[in-house]
């Protein structure tokens, strides 16, 4: 059983910046898949970004590439999620998943996560 704990969300201006850490315990973490996803009121839960067991590679949505930025430290079972440029309809309540271990899939898709974070509020007024 993993846990995931999310922290760093709050209320931040238009144009500011915002970083997100989800922390792991209770299983390996290493060897799983990362992802954030967001949910804004009255929309469905939205991919925003992974980064992969094999070799860290990211991937994120159309919507925040070039401005959102995923890492992670293994050694600290922790990821992270950098947010910059912040936009009012970045607005939502984002979610950390962690996938199965050893996972191949794509990583962008929710029915590839197995645990799920209790969620992090962040508000960008404009």
């Known amino acids: 059983q993993v846990q995931l704990v999310e922290s760093g969300g709050g209320l931040v201006q238009a144009g500011g910046s915002l970083r997100l850490s989800c922390a792991a315990s209770g299983g390996t973490f290493s060897s799983r898949n990362m992802g954030w996803f967001r949910q804004a009121p009255g929309k469905e839960r939205e991919f925003v970004g992974a980064?992969?067991?094999?070799?860290?590679?990211?991937y994120y949505a159309d919507s925040v590439r070039g401005r959102f930025t995923i890492s992670r430290d293994n050694a600290k079972n922790t990821v992270y999620l950098q947010m910059n440029s912040l936009k009012p309809e970045d607005t939502a309540v984002y979610y950390c998943?962690?996938?199965?271990?050893?996972?191949?899939?794509?990583?962008?898709?929710?029915?590839?996560?197995?645990?799920w974070g209790q969620g992090a509020q962040v508000t960008v007024s404009s």
């Open positions: 980064i992969k067991w094999r070799g860290g590679t990211t």
């Open positions: 998943a962690a996938g199965t271990p050893w996972a191949v899939g794509t990583a962008t898709r929710s029915n590839e996560y197995d645990y």
